[in-house]
């Protein structure tokens, strides 16, 4: 029987199979209650039962592929449920009064507001040990004096991790959860250094000691490369960018280069690629050995060795894990005298981070970096089997700068439906900064931060560091150049609804698999509904959250957060802070919103100690025209919905109220959504807020 799906020149199921284990478990992490131990295993037990049947009776191309699919997303909600199970650790319920922490220095992350911690918690005043969190987080607004690895004791003050400001925005929760992170807060004072030996158990110790290691590679490139790209230095090469300067980050990210923050395959492809040829061409010199001992296998398992040093000292990020993976099986290829299929290699290291990882399928990282990485694959197959033909017709140096412009375009188009999606923004010149300074990048900066992780181990990385110094001075001038250029970033004033990303995924699923007319055919029938979906979506007008955070449209339906209202939410990834107001006075406050919509705040807004907002505030919306679709709200409405938006769409209001009725292990209930619509019967609404778990 012709194998299943062989669509791309190679066998596709294990992309089918990959891609129905990411959508097992976004399932899993959407649901909104938790599923049994008993249901997971009768499910998981009745995919198996269903593949062995199918594999025994006859069964048509379309029957197995379906199975696969199928099978996958089963797998891929099971590991889902399996790791939440794994994971199991204490969070804290409310916020605590001043305690003493005391606890060894896992991370240094920079903040806003200062220096985040991580640490590693021994024991937290007042908690008993079965109910304290394995890790917190930290804010140290005063000089730092504490390392990595160091054992430290502070004055803190903790929190629940928050909950999204937004409905659909980040949710810092779960992420904190599967990193067992049970709490948040900030230092009174400072950390101090304590007595204390390392922790029990070689795996916390080991821990630790790459974690201090690591800092210290980060401060020797920090200072290495000279003050000006130190910090963009350190980030690329150890994966640390507390160095990194607040300008350089946002200029970075809002010209569409963020993603050179990243340790990613184009590094550890060349950290491998520089340790295989050094290595190899070495035992070639040495005759007896050459002649004795197929020396490309030694050099591929040293290359292998190196790169997995450098994942565990680099931070092991998302797309380092999937670059690492994606690397040892070219490796190990070489090892067994097998070829390394490209798409096949792509398929496997997505099915392991989800595997180990499933929580991260939700994340930006996971999802732009798989992204980039299988569009270039897919692209590169086809312009591979062109190149004889253009090479004739654009020469050599023609073809190289059009490989260039087509790797730009490609992975800007690849990951260009999750930026809007978590960020809602686009960069006008992403795609010139990225076609001028990407060379630079891969030709020079990439090649010396892999010698500088290579050559820091014998203490000789000077010179390369001056090297990769001047290069990253070269990125940054360039990358302040286009957004001093840049009229500034792109807002997207509708946020795309979930199932319009799902029909982009598929998209760009269909065009890594399918080849041909098919390729262009299938992902255009993906991508139209993707489209009307986002077109037609419904567009916030006001959400006031439970935390107290207040969030309104201003009159181009961008939506900023009210500064006056001091909520505990976590800070929203995509909006500003400067809403259109128009006259405001110690207790109102008018602002004008899109569609001739208006909106008052009115009462004393000050906190008092058991709520962020005065319950004296209330908010009205008022249409003009519209005696219908006028509506107020109270604080005390607001805390008993457990949150409230109102959205405008096909010229009617929708309150969206989230009440609380299931819980999942990283939040203590669940929000759904009922939508109320106001001002007559509209049949769409899209019930999938923007909370995906």
């Known amino acids: 029987m012709r194998d299943t799906a062989s669509v791309a020149g190679v066998d596709s199921r294990p992309l089918l199979f990959a891609f129905a284990m990411c959508a097992g478990a976004a399932a899993y992490l959407s649901l909104p209650i938790e599923p049994t131990r008993f249901e997971v295993a009768a499910l998981f037990s009745a995919a198996i039962i269903m593949l062995v049947v199918v594999r ?25 449920a399996v790791r939440t199970w794994l994971v199991n650790a ?3 319920t409310a916020e605590t009064r001043p305690v003493m922490l005391e606890g060894w220095v896992a991370n240094i992350e920079a903040g806003e507001k200062g220096a985040r911690l991580k640490i590693k918690v021994h024991s937290i005043a007042g908690f008993p040990a079965d109910l304290q969190p394995e890790l917190v987080r930290v804010t140290h607004r005063a000089r730092l004096e504490v390392s990595s690895g160091r054992f430290v004791r502070c004055w803190v003050v903790l929190r629940p991790p928050p909950s999204p400001a937004l409905p659909g925005d980040y949710d810092f929760r779960r992420q904190a959860y599967y990193q067992k992170l049970g709490a948040v807060g900030y230092v009174q004072g400072r950390c101090r250094g304590g007595v204390l030996g390392p922790p029990d158990g070689m795996g916390q110790q080991a821990a630790l000691w790459i974690s201090a290691q690591r800092r210290l590679l980060a401060s020797y490139v920090n200072e290495a490369a000279g003050e000006r790209a130190g910090g963009l230095a350190a980030a690329l090469v150890a994966g640390d960018r507390s160095f990194l300067k607040a300008e350089d980050q946002d200029a970075l990210r809002d010209t569409g280069l963020a993603h050179l923050l990243a340790i990613s395959g184009l590094h550890l492809s060349i950290v491998g690629g520089l340790t295989f040829f050094l290595i190899r061409r070495t035992l070639v010199l040495i005759e007896p050995l050459a002649l004795r001992v197929p020396v490309q296998k030694i050099a591929a398992i040293v290359a292998l060795l190196t790169c997995a040093a450098y994942l565990i000292v680099s931070g092991a990020s998302v797309s380092t894990q999937r670059a690492f993976i994606m690397a040892a099986i070219v490796f190990l290829a070489v090892v067994f005298d097998r070829a390394a299929i490209s798409l096949r290699t792509f398929a496997i290291a997505l099915v392991i981070i ?10 930006p990282g996971f999802q732009m970096s798989f992204a980039a990485t299988g569009g270039l694959i897919a692209a590169y197959e086809v312009w591979r089997n062109h190149r004889s033909s253009r090479e004739k017709v654009l020469g050599p140096i023609g073809f190289a700068w059009a490989s260039i412009i087509m790797t730009s375009v490609v992975s800007d188009a690849a990951t260009a439906p999750f930026s809007f999606f978590h960020f809602e923004r686009l960069s ?6 990225n076609f001028a300074i990407m060379p630079v990048v891969t030709f020079v900066t990439a090649p010396a931060a892999a010698l500088t992780v290579i050559l820091a181990i014998f203490g000789h990385a000077e010179l390369v560091l001056r090297i990769l110094g001047q290069s990253l001075e070269l990125v940054l001038a360039m990358t302040h150049f286009f957004n001093d250029l840049s009229p500034g970033v792109v807002r ?10 799902v029909f982009l995924s598929l998209a760009l699923g269909a065009m890594m698999a399918f080849s041909g007319w098919a390729r262009l055919i299938g992902g255009a029938i993906l991508l139209a509904p993707a489209i009307w979906l986002w077109s037609t979506a419904p567009k916030i007008v006001l959400h006031w959250s439970a935390s107290g955070d207040v969030f309104i449209a201003d009159t181009k339906a961008m939506v900023s957060r009210l500064e006056f209202v001091d909520g505990d939410g976590l800070a929203p990834l995509r909006f500003s802070e400067v809403p259109d107001r128009e006259g405001c006075n110690l207790e109102t406050c008018d602002y004008r919103s899109f569609s001739d919509i208006s ?10 100690e058991t709520d962020p907002v005065s319950d004296a505030l209330r908010i009205e919306i008022l249409r003009a025209g519209s005696a219908i679709d006028n509506l107020t709200f109270t604080w005390a409405e607001t805390k008993d919905a457990g949150g409230i938006t109102v959205y405008a769409h096909d010229d009617h209001l929708y309150v969206v109220r989230l009440q609380n009725c299931t819980e999942r292990p990283w939040r203590r209930c669940n929000e759904m959504a009922t939508a109320q619509p ?16």
């Open 492 to 501: 997207m004033s509708v946020p795309m609804p979930p199932l319009a990303l």
């Open 428 to 433: 006008p010149v992403g795609l010139f900064a």
């Open 56 to 80: 025994w009776l006859h069964r048509t191309d379309f029957t197995y592929a379906l199975t696969i699919c199928l099978f996958g997303t089963i797998v891929g909600y099971s590991s889902g």
């Open 90 to 92: 204490p969070v804290i």
């Open 599 to 608: 909106i008052k705040t009115i009462g004393i807004v000050e906190k008092n």
């Open 678 to 693: 106001r001002g007559g019967a509209v049949e769409y609404f899209d019930r999938l807020i923007r909370n995906a778990g």
């Open 354 to 363: 989800i595997l180990l990882q499933p929580e991260s399928v939700v994340t």
